[in-house]
Structure formats: C-alpha cells, structure tokens
C-alpha cells in the first residue's frame, strides 16, 4: 500500500517477512517481480522515490551449507540535489519453505569501508530481516552512487526453495516539507537455496490451471453510484477435474482502498455475498478481492474437466471515492493435487475510470494510467516468478496475519452461480498474486472492510 508517514506498509503473504528501516515499516514480498531497481512511491500522490535500489552479483543458486554468498547494493540519487539515507534494512523474504531467520547470517560493508559486520537482526515469522546500522545516516549528492557489499551464509538444515533478497531505504529530501520529504526506495532479487543433499523425489509442478476472462466490464462508475454488474468466466480446458479460488485485482497508479469498494458475487442459491478483501506483498498499490462464501473462508469452486462457470458480480465505490482510473482483472488460483504445487492464471485486463459525481465533495487524484506488465494466463514458469509451493505460511511478523487453508469444495447452497461466457479484452500481469490473493498461500486482509 502507499507510504504513510509514518509507517508505509508493503505486504506480505505466503512467503513474505519484514523489511524495516527506522522511518518506514516495509514489509517484503515473496517476490514474483524481476530483479532489479525498485523505487518505491510516497504518499496519496504516489510520488517515486528519488532515490533507486538494484541489487547485483546474485548468483541463481545458493546451497545449504555451503560458502557464503556476496552481492551488493547500489543506491544512485537520481534528484538534482542532495537526498539523505538515514536507515536501511536487508531482508530474505521465504516464499512458503519454511526458512527461518537462525538458518541466515547476514554481514555487509557500508559504503566506502573495507570491515565485515555482523547485520543487526530483527526477529520474523520467516525469512530473516537485519537492520545495517548507519550512525549519522547516509547523504547522497545529486547523480552519486553508495554501494554496500553483503555476504549471506545459509545453514545446512535451511530448506530448499525459493527465497528473495531484498533492499530497502529510507529516504528523507531536504529540499521539501517535512510531510512529505520521506519516502522508501526499495529494490529486491531472486535466490534458490540447494540442499545440502540432492532429493531423491521429484520437485512438484505446477498445477493446472484454468481459462479466465471478464464479461461485459463497465467503462466507468461513479463514485456514490448505484451497483454496475458484470461477469466472471473460468473455462477449465485443462483436461482434468480442477479446484480453483477466484477473486478481482485492482491495478492503478493511486491506491484503491477497500473501504470504498462494494463488490459482491451472486451464489448458486441466489444470495448475494461480498467479497473479501486482501493484499500482496508484490504490489502494494493493488487491492484483491476474493470470492468467499458463509464464513469467508478459502472456499474452493470444483471445476469440472471440459466445464464452463460464469459467476455474476457487481461494483460499485462509496461517494468519498476519489476520481481515478483503474484496471480490472479476474484471477483463479488453481489448489495443488498430489505431487502439485500451487498456480494461478489470470484474465486480460479492463480498465476503468471512477468518477465523482457533480457537486461531491471527494477530492480527486491523480489518474495516470499504469502499465501493465505483460503475461500470459498460464501460470509463468520464467525463474523470476515463484509459485506459492504451500496452502500456508507462518504469521507475519507486523500483522497478525491468520493461516488460511483452502477448504474443500462447497456444498450446493454455497456454489457460485453458473450462467454462460463472453469476449475478453487485453492480458494484465499478476505473477503470482493468486496464491497470495485467493488463500492458496497466506491471505492477507490489508484492511478491515468498514459498514455500507
């Protein structure tokens, strides 16, 4: 989500622990994005960071038990002027193997010294999270680099799996208003840990996954407005019997909160149900909204081989709901079977503007339209983007974040309606964010949905 000052939150979920640095709380993925500069934005303006992170000298591999590993940290100050770094923090995000912080051990150099020290830890559920002490901070001159060099050792009984490095600082700019000069420039990488002996049963694959698309998407709604409906299809052309978790994401360059979101889904029974909101540690600025049904636990829609479901939903946003632009997309999280791990595919995109009614008082935002990333609708098998390999992940260490476990299929008065198809519209990139979306990982509620 946006940087508050103070905290910024980044969400975790299946996978994800904190990275902390003084100023900001900014809590890692299980990274699913490609490595490289990450600069963070600040605030209801969703203004960059000035300042960008890359990590380099990763290796792609790292085994259990083996030498350490060193890879640094580039910090460049792209502003024209003087910007000041006073904390900074590590963290090694685990996507879902169970890597505990005592299995890491984290030393770096500051920029400019030549002696190895010991990082300082910062407890979490999983992962490792260290604060680099910086007594008097760090002051970056317009168009200057500062380099730290870092060495991560993994112990024998480290898990194999996926982890992700990451890199995160706070940044303050002298040069504006002290509500606004902070911000968090954070970038992150990918890592496989080995283990210290090679398994002697096969990796799980991903499980299959379904055909998603949005049917009949309004171009716009109006903020206060009456409730637009529209469609979700999954179509499982997979050959198998599948068990899927859907939910929408939405994607924009200012936050969405959930507290101006009315979504609900029609059941099979006819009732209508609200949606249950939730985060990912990927991408802070995006809101999720899975298809829950009773309880709101991770109820799993069995999808037939060969078979068609369409589920009628409808959206509206609260009259206080700023103008902006968004894009809209359906994800299916397909559970894993036997010898399967978790994947997830996702709809091509629609995009929406918000937009406020005459004589509201809700101030507008800015609308500048995001990019999206490009993707397929198959789960992306690339090294970059992990698939949640668990239904469940330890609690993370700023939240109290509950384990959520995927139900079995729903009983008749539970399912989702079922009514037909439709045409679809341009792909959205989601990597990933199924399995922390849907509960085929840990979801994560950002917020707490307050009374229509």
């Known amino acids: 989500m946006t940087l508050r000052i103070p905290p910024r939150r980044f969400l975790a979920a299946t996978a994800a622990v904190t990275l902390a640095s003084g100023l900001a709380v900014v809590e890692a993925p299980a990274v699913f994005a490609a490595p490289g500069a990450f600069p963070a934005t600040q605030g209801a303006q969703a203004q960059p960071s000035p300042v960008t992170v890359a990590l380099g000298g990763l290796p792609g591999t790292v085994k259990a038990g083996g030498v350490p590993v060193e890879f640094t940290a580039t910090l460049r100050n792209t502003a024209d002027h003087r910007m000041d770094v006073p904390a900074s923090s590590v963290v090694i995000g685990d996507t879902g193997t169970g890597t505990r912080q005592s299995q890491l051990t984290l030393q770096y150099q500051?920029?400019?010294?030549?002696?190895?020290?010991?990082?300082?830890?910062?407890?979490?559920?999983?992962?490792?999270?260290?604060?680099?002490?910086?007594?008097g901070g760090l002051h970056l001159e317009a168009g200057t680099e500062a380099v730290y060099r870092l060495r991560l050792t993994v112990a024998a009984d480290a898990p194999a799996g996926r982890v992700t490095p990451g890199f995160s600082a706070v940044v303050s700019d002298p040069a504006l208003p002290p509500e606004q000069r902070?911000?968090?420039?954070?970038?992150?990488?990918?890592?496989?840990?080995?283990?210290?002996?090679?398994?002697?049963?096969?990796?799980?694959?991903?499980?299959?996954?379904?055909?998603?698309?949005?049917?009949?998407?309004?171009?716009?709604?109006?903020?206060?407005?009456?409730?637009?409906?529209?469609?979700?299809?999954?179509?499982?052309?997979?050959?198998k019997d599948l068990r899927i978790l859907p939910a929408?994401?939405?994607?924009?360059?200012?936050?969405?909160?959930?507290?101006?979101?009315?979504?609900?889904?029609?059941?099979?029974g006819g009732a209508w149900l609200e949606g249950t909101p939730g985060g990912n540690s990927q991408h802070p600025g995006w809101l999720y909204l899975g298809l829950r049904t009773g309880d709101k636990n991770a109820d799993a829609i069995a999808l037939a081989k060969g078979e068609t479901r369409t589920i009628d939903v409808r959206l509206s946003f609260t009259a206080d709901t700023p103008a902006m632009a968004q894009s809209l997309a359906a994800l299916a999280g397909s559970l894993p079977g036997e010898g399967e791990s978790g994947s997830e595919a996702s709809s091509p995109q629609a995009d929406v503007t918000i937009v406020?009614?005459?004589?509201?008082?809700?101030?507008?935002?800015?609308?500048?339209?995001?990019?999206?990333?490009?993707?397929?609708?198959?789960?992306?098998?690339?090294?970059?983007?992990?698939?949640?390999?668990?239904?469940?992940?330890?609690?993370?260490?700023?939240?109290?974040?509950?384990?959520?476990?995927a139900a079995a299929a729903p009983t008749p008065d539970t399912r989702l309606a079922s009514t037909g198809g439709g045409p679809s519209s341009a792909p959205m990139a989601i990597t990933g964010a199924v399995a922390i979306a849907l509960g085929v990982g840990t979801l994560v509620v950002a917020?707490?949905?307050?009374?229509?």
């Open 248 to 268: 929408i994401v939405f994607r924009g360059a200012t936050e969405l909160p959930s507290e101006n979101v009315r979504f609900e889904f029609r059941t099979a």
């Open 110 to 135: 500051s920029p400019g010294g030549t002696q190895w020290q010991d990082a300082r830890v910062r407890a979490t559920g999983s992962g490792g999270l260290w604060d680099l002490d910086q007594p």
């Open 182 to 239: 902070v911000s968090s420039a954070i970038g992150f990488s990918d890592l496989v840990i080995a283990p210290a002996v090679t398994p002697t049963t096969p990796a799980p694959k991903p499980a299959a996954t379904a055909d998603v698309r949005l049917d009949g998407v309004p171009a716009a709604f109006t903020a206060g407005g009456e409730a637009k409906p529209f469609k979700l299809v999954f179509a499982n052309t997979s050959g």
């Open 356 to 405: 406020v009614a005459a004589g509201s008082t809700a101030a507008p935002t800015p609308t500048a339209s995001a990019t999206p990333t490009p993707t397929a609708s198959r789960p992306s098998t690339a090294p970059v983007v992990p698939v949640a390999q668990t239904t469940s992940v330890a609690p993370s260490p700023v939240a109290d974040v509950p384990r959520v476990v």
């Open 447 to 452: 917020r707490r949905r307050r009374n229509a």
